[in-house]
Antibody, heavy 121, light 107 residues
Framework: EVQLVESGGGLVQPGGSLRLSCTAS????????MHWVRQGPGKGLVWVSR????????IYADSVKGRFTISRDNAKNTLYLQMNSLRAEDTAVYYC??????????????WGQGTLVTVSS | EIVMTQSPATLSVSPGERATLSCRAS??????LAWYQQKPGQAPRLLIY???TRATGIPARFSGSGSGTEFTLTISSLQSEDFAVYYC?????????FGGGTKVEIK
């Protein structure tokens, strides 16, 4: 069974940093591209970032570019999101999600339960 | 960036009735369109990809159609477990973007 479990969320002051983790199981993690998607309180889904299976290629939404860094450790089956210079508008539940193995398609076939990040003084 | 617009924002439907949800893209996304279902406090679940292909384990009452800029998700006979928020997402290019969602509520 595919499982994605996020952790690392919490309360942080504006300008602060936080690192989220997503531990994967039930599939060959190193073979899949992975994403982070966030959802503000009472709002819709917003794509944040994607990393290729070998970790060598990443892409970000403009809203987080230069502040967030996606990475992975395939030996530990873990995806990360390092978030710096946090702003109030970054407050959201952050989901990690697996991209389908289908070539050239970027839909997300499994999602974790999410971790809440609150940016407030 | 491609803007995805969903309508209506809220759809009130009685159990057993048909629900039709719309998603419009600001430019063509071909058939690179997915639908997700999200229930309160839960993660999104993939329903449809390629505009019309049901994901593994998704009941046949869910169907998707469309291409280019106009897409539809149809739930043929609403069950109690189908009341949720539905999102469309294009994957034609970067960035990936989602629609604002349609909430399907009990009438």
């Amino acid at each position: 069974e595919v499982q994605l479990v996020e952790s690392g969320g919490g309360l942080v002051q504006p300008g602060g940093s936080l690192r989220l983790s997503c531990t994967a199981s039930g599939f060959t993690f190193r073979s899949y591209w992975m994403h982070w998607v966030r959802q503000g309180p009472g709002k819709g889904l917003v794509w944040v970032s994607r990393i290729k299976s070998d970790g060598k290629n990443t892409i970000y939404a403009d809203s987080v570019k230069g502040r967030f860094t996606i990475s992975r450790d395939n030996a530990k089956n873990t995806l990360y999101l390092q978030m710096n210079s946090l702003r109030a508008e970054d407050t959201a539940v952050y989901y990690c999600a697996r991209e389908t193995a289908e070539d050239g398609a970027n839909y997300l076939d499994y999602w974790g339960q999410g971790t809440l990040v609150t940016v407030s003084s | 960036e491609i803007v995805m617009t969903q309508s209506p924002a809220t759809l009130s439907v009685s159990p057993g009735e048909r629900a039709t949800l719309s998603c419009r893209a600001s430019q063509s996304v071909s058939s690179n369109l997915a639908w997700y279902q999200q229930k309160p406090g839960q993660a999104p679940r993939l329903l449809i990809y390629g505009a019309s292909t049901r994901a593994t384990g998704i009941p046949a009452r869910f169907s998707g159609s469309g291409s280019g800029t106009e897409f539809t998700l149809t739930i043929s006979s609403l069950q109690s477990e189908d009341f949720a928020v539905y999102y469309c997402q294009h994957y034609n290019n970067w960035p990936l973007t989602f629609g604002g969602g349609t909430k399907v509520e009990i009438k």
